[in-house]
């Protein structure tokens, strides 16, 4: 009776599949209204999902509990990891392939594409734009001002704090490009004695001075691209840094009060400490975003001028030179400047989610 | 248990009738989908056999809808094929995915042949039929046929078509001034240092264009090329076999250099030029008080001019071409254009048909009729246009012998783009001109 059990649960699991890759060539096929096939396609893979866990488990169910101990892992976090590997592990390992072939990915050129990605004039500049210009500046500048009107705010009236996060949070509804055709007009240039159409230069020669071509004067332009990624990640700073101010307990401060600390000493000796876990989280979430950078550059000055970064190298050798080698080799490089953060940041996370 | 087992079972059996059905409509719709052209949609019998061509272009916005316009008659003609058009922004892209991923188009329109001809040699299209290749030696010059010749085979055609090096004024203004059109090149910058010592500069020049910025600047250094150089010096330069960092290439940037680096002869100086778009430095010609008196551009500069500018063409704006600058060299015709390639296994008759329609002198008459485009087929009626420029320029197109493409556009990706960057480094001041030149050879692998 058991084993019949077994070989029918089985056999359910496979006609199951079945079902579902049939089910999939008629949704995708077949000849209904779109609304119905959505419905359906909703339907399709929400129940898919269920059914197979709900046979799989059945099947599990079937051995002994010493083996249903070692299976069940396996069949709920299986295709999960599956889908990882197939779609994330894979790539990676194709692109490191890729990068070992020249620009037609058809003869093998060993590691040529890397003397490109650590020696060309190119990706030289980029390393200095992103290691020296976008993960300092724009990591520190977005966690000090994030820190600062965290603090701030939670020291006013909790209405006019309300509205004050509200409208520094803002930015973060933009897209980077969205904000970089913003800020374009900001720093817009016009020749001397022409009427200045940017924000900037309508301010500098308001007050009398000459007006600049911001985005050419190197390399300080990195700077004014910089602020963008700043006034983007200010506010996603700031409502994390509220949430842990609002953590730290009252009688803490209360205590230090008592025992004479001033307002600043309050900050740097109880509330900086305990909330360190999310300034580290955070600047990471941020170092990370930097290490990537692309969008602002792309659309603001083409990673001309001087403002080259590691991820446009990578667009402009895939989609504008077609040089697959040197593209995936970039892809590599950007992905190992990557990993050490990424690894900080995750251990931090394990580090507070155990505290707790 | 056994309650679930039986729910399970109702629900395994509900599906697969579900399934047993998708398998029956399945094969029809499917074969429909390849585009054999035999199948038949059940559902909508107004389709009943239409075929369809999909064709995959760079060309949107209202440049797209008179395309489409023009597709219609060809529709018109043949009710048995549909032409979908599909226009996008990120063409070079695009294509590139989608050849990448099997997933071509039956047309594509290269507005850069360089990317069809790396096509060609990947072996991802196929070559023109023979009828077609006799109807284009018909209907054009032997050089656009050239022009769509990769690896010794014809595989593309050209139908819509610009021409470049042509220099613009505000014909009121520069006639009020008593200025003529200059035939020589010391004539022009004669004219230059006569309109410097007014309160207007003599050029306006922008070449922004996001991560395509600079390729303006090459297009001027083309036109230079064309009257410097003979017309094979011009190929082996395209073909990268003649560097950029020699006398003949410094020799067109240093004559450039004349108009560009000379802060009083453009609107702005370098930094302008650096930073300003391309289709916004048009507009200073026609400002409330102009900027200039002359700008450099292609034939599709009338679309960036003012709307109340555009409507009255041949009142408001006169053109003249560069003028020659080596006396020995008779200038050449810088061109630019769509080329259409069919993708391999996708040569079905209705493609081929269309692809025929194209070289015809009938598929011009309702997009130049509208109005801002020219076309390269001989035996047009000229009338068609709707103003006595573009007649002019259509006119030097037809006719032109010594045409060479764009040439930025047909050199090889890496070194189309390092052109880009070097010009711009040079104008920005980033670099000096040697090292510039020396970047841009550097990037040819």
Redesign the interface.
Known sequence: MRKAQGI?SVL?FA??LL??E??Y???R???IAQWLRALLAIIWGVGGIL?LF??ASNVVEQFSPRWKRRLVPIVFVGPATAIVIWYLALPAVRTFVASLYD??GKNFVGLANYIYAFTS?EMLLSFRNNFLFWLIFATIFSVIFGLLIAVMADRTHPLFEKICKAFIFMPMAISMVGASVIWKFVYE???AG?PQIGLLNAIVTGLGGEPQ?W??Q?PWNNLFLIAIMIWLQTGYAMVIFSAAIKGVPAELHEAGRIDGAGEIQLFFKITLPTIWGAVVTVATTIMLATLKIFDIV??M??????TQVIA?VQY?QM?????YGRAASVAIVLLLAVLPVMYYNLRQFSKRTEAF | MRRTYLLIAALLVALMTLSACGANTNKPAASSDSGSGTATQPTTPANTQKKTVTVLGAVVGQEESQFNAAIADFEKANPDIDIVYTGANDFATLVEVKAQGGDTPDIAMFPQPGGAARMAKDGKLAPLWPEVIASIDKNYEKVWKELGTFEGKPYGLFHRVNAKGWIWYNKPAFEKAGYKAPATWDELMKLVETMKSTSTAPFCEGIGAGDATGWKGTDWIESIMLRTQSPASYDKWVAGELKFNTPEVKKAFTTLGQIWMDPKAVYGGQKTIATLDVAESAKGLFASTPNCWLHFQGSFVTSFFPENIQKELDKNVGVFIMPPIDPKVEPGLAVGGDVFVVFKGKDRPEVKKFMEWLTTVDSTVTWAKQGGSLFPHKGQDLKNYKTEIERTMAKTITTAKAARFDGSDAMAAELNRAFWVGITNWVSGTSNLDTALKEIDAAKK
């Open positions: 029918l359910f006609a199951a079902v579902l049939q089910s060539v008629y949704l096929d077949g000849q059914l709900t046979l620009a037609n004039r240039y016009r020749p022409a071509a985005l050419l190197q792309q659309s000055t083409g990673g001309n001028f001087g446009n402009t989609f504008r030179q077609f040089n």
